[in-house]
């Protein structure tokens, strides 16, 4: 499930309240170059590019439009317009697994010969990022939005409570989880009705175990990949940390999308919740005094003996833009992609609580609405070795779906850890 990863909470209430635009898309029949955009709040930042472009163009030259598509149905309306002659010129995506089906059928304008030309472009961002617009080691996608890593937060006046620091060590999480445990408070909120927060626990184990020469291996194609040990060993520490209650007993029927784990945390009900860096902007929204006052965050703790490295993120590094192959205006959409690196760009999403995925930014930090959190958030991807993206992206739909079914059976008990690695084996 991608729609609550991709913008704050406010930006997922505003689906609710943005009319959908007319979405023609490009083709041979359209004048116009056509941008489709996820429908959100965050959709301003490109709508300024866009102005700016068609500013730069003169009179003469061919106008961009944005076409905003509603969230709950963007994938399935994109995966029609590819299918047809309205296809838009540029396009929002996910990277990786989102838009391998249609590299592979020739669909999309491969971007190296592009960034090769134009390298100020591709030094543009950090190189973290970039990676996860490739498909095949080829690049297909522009970072177009702000960077999302897991973060891990908690509530600082309950740990206050129980005279606790956050977790620096796999061994001081554990000792946490038996802490709060004894207060009665649960140590992790977990939105197990929304299976894709489960997979986060998962994703951070096995490179933190294994390092992401396991996914990657996965990611490629090899099946097989998932009987590395390191799979194994993470899906048994998994089993171990529910046992232990870490998450709780009623975990299985909390929502994220509904505001349950995230209640539980700023209410003081749990304690810590690892979830995506919008969870900030959620907070600030829901629970303002809470976000500014209390909610504290840290990374993802090392394993014993694990291989991968403790500065690892894993997430989503941004959303991207991609351009249709032999589309009308391609020599214009390839221009375009250079606007999501202008200083005015990066300012608009700045100004708009994101924080950018170029090279350079800590200036202009600043003026995010939070610096700190801003800061923590762009040194984390700045310094990190390698950025995950979320399995469940980074795979095509048709494994990406039944894994995440198959996560969802290990949190619930319903199979083993070898149950689970032979049944993500096999798909």
């Known amino acids: 499930m991608t729609t609550p990863r991709v913008g704050t909470a406010a930006a997922l209430a505003a689906l609710t309240l943005l009319t959908a635009t007319a979405c023609s898309g490009g083709g041979a029949a359209s004048e116009d170059m056509h941008v489709w955009m996820y429908q959100d709040t965050l959709v301003v930042v490109q709508e300024g590019a866009v ?15 944005i076409d905003q598509v509603p969230g709950d149905n963007y994938v399935e309306r ?8 309205q296809k838009p010129d540029v396009f929002f995506n996910w990277g990786a697994g989102s838009i391998a089906p249609y590299a592979e059928q020739g669909l999309l304008e491969p971007l190296d010969d592009h960034l090769a030309q134009n390298p100020e472009l591709a ?9 996860s617009g490739k498909v095949d080691g080829v690049q297909y996608g522009i970072p177009l939005r702000g960077t999302q ?33 004894e207060a009665d408070v649960t140590p992790f909120a977990l939105a197990g ?34 009987r590395d040990p390191a799979v194994l060993q993470a899906a048994e ?3 171990d940390l529910v046992d232990r209650g ?17 209640t539980l945390l700023s209410e003081g009900r749990a304690a810590m919740h690892l979830m995506g860096s919008w969870e900030y902007s959620t907070h600030l929204d829901q629970a303002p005094e809470f976000a500014e006052n209390d909610l504290g965050y840290v990374t993802f703790p ?3 003996d694990g291989a991968g490295d403790p500065a690892n993120i894993v997430g989503n590094p941004t959303n991207y833009f991609s351009v249709t192959a032999e589309g009308p205006h391609l020599e214009h959409a390839l221009e375009f992609l250079a606007y999501t690196a202008q200083d005015e760009y990066v300012a608009d999403m700045v100004a708009n609580g994101e924080v950018p995925t170029t090279t350079g930014a800590e200036d202009v930090l600043a003026d995010s609405p939070d610096p700190e959190f801003a800061v923590f958030q762009y040194e984390l991807v700045r310094d990190a070795p390698h950025f995950q993206l979320s399995w469940d992206q980074a795979l095509t739909p048709e494994i990406a779906t039944p894994m995440v079914t198959e996560i969802e059976a290990l949190f619930n008990g319903q199979s083993t850890p070898e149950e689970f690695v032979d049944a993500v084996a096999a798909l």
């Open 51 to 65: 102005e700016r472009f068609n500013e730069d163009q003169g009179a003469d030259g061919t106008t961009a439009v």
């Open 78 to 85: 994109l995966r029609t317009a590819m299918g047809s002659a």
């Open 149 to 181: 890593p897991v973060v891990l937060f908690y509530n600082r006046a309950v740990f206050d409570e129980v005279g606790a620091e956050p977790p620096q060590t796999w061994d001081d999480l554990l000792s946490l989880v038996d802490e709060f445990t």
């Open 123 to 131: 030094e543009a961002f950090l190189p973290s990022v970039l990676e």
């Open 302 to 304: 090392p394993l014993p």
């Open 246 to 262: 870490a998450f709780g007993d009623s975990y299985a029927s909390v929502s994220y999308t509904e505001g349950g784990a995230s």
């Open 193 to 226: 009705a929304d299976p894709w927060t489960e997979q986060m626990w998962l994703q951070y184990l096995v490179d933190r175990i294994g390092g992401p020469e396991v996914f990657a291996r996965i990611a490629g194609g090899d099946s097989e990949g998932w």
């Open 237 to 239: 520490t998994v089993a």
